[in-house]
């Protein structure tokens, strides 16, 4: 079975730093690049962060500069490395694989809740 | 990176038909076929519908199919059911490997 698995969420103080994980299993993972996306609670997905099977990376104007994204293909692992966290950095993260077709993310986790608060 | 703009809630009748538009610019939408729509159901991950503005995932009822023209894609619902309802999100290439989301659709099915 196709899956991805997140994990790393928490409650941080605001400035502080945070690194999620993304687990993927079922399927050959060098092969696909792969996104995280976000949703703040009650609001819409927001794409965050793209990790190409070429190793090309892109991040979105809202976190570029503070997030990191890498990946471990040995580990068939996605990552994303958090620092300088702000308030509207809350949200749930997911990961999400790129299909390969047309940029489209055609498998996702179930999320990981990040909360920046003091 | 602008949001791309989708109407805040639509609603229909069991059996009737709903479209969903997703209005962008030059430079998302109507610069590239690269428009996917994703159902979320609250609580749920999202799940792909469409994705190259008109092509459903393997699964994906015929009932679901997209459309673009100009600036703006569209999704239409046919023969509208209760588990349609749900919150309905179009997504487009923007350039240089980024991705932009619209703001999100809330289907009521009456």
């Known amino acids: 079975e196709v899956q991805l698995v997140e994990s790393g969420g928490g409650l941080v103080q605001p400035g502080g730093s945070l690194r999620l994980s993304c687990a993927a299993s079922?399927?050959?993972?060098?092969?696909?690049?792969m996104n995280w996306v976000r949703q703040a609670p009650g609001k819409g997905l927001e794409w965050v962060s793209y990790?190409?099977?070429?190793?090309?990376?892109y991040y979105a104007d809202s976190v570029k500069g503070r997030f990191t994204i890498s990946r471990d293909n040995a580990k068939n692992s996605l990552y994303l490395q958090m620092n300088s966290l702000r308030a509207e950095d809350t949200a749930l993260y997911y990961c999400?694989?790129?299909?390969?077709?047309?940029?489209?993310?055609?498998?996702w986790g179930q999320g990981t809740t990040v909360t920046v608060s003091s | 990176q602008s949001a791309l703009t989708q109407p805040r809630s639509v609603s229909g009748s069991p059996g009737q038909s709903v479209t969903i538009s997703c209005t962008g610019t030059s430079s998302d939408v109507g610069g590239y076929n690269y428009v996917s729509w994703y159902q979320q159901h609250p609580g749920k991950a999202p799940k792909l519908i469409i994705y190259g503005v008109s092509k459903r995932p393997s699964g994906v009822p015929d009932r679901f199919s997209g459309s673009k023209s100009g600036n703006t894609a569209s999704l239409t619902i046919s023969g509208l059911q209760a588990e349609d309802e749900a919150d309905y999100y179009c997504?487009?290439?923007?350039?240089?490997?980024?991705?932009?989301f619209g703001g999100g659709t809330k289907l009521t099915v009456l």
């Open positions: 999400a694989r790129d299909g390969g077709a047309a940029y489209e993310m055609d498998v």
């Open positions: 997504c487009s290439y923007a350039g240089g490997d980024t991705l932009v």
């Open positions: 079922g399927f050959t993972f060098s092969s696909y690049s």
């Open positions: 990790f190409g099977n070429s190793g090309s990376i």
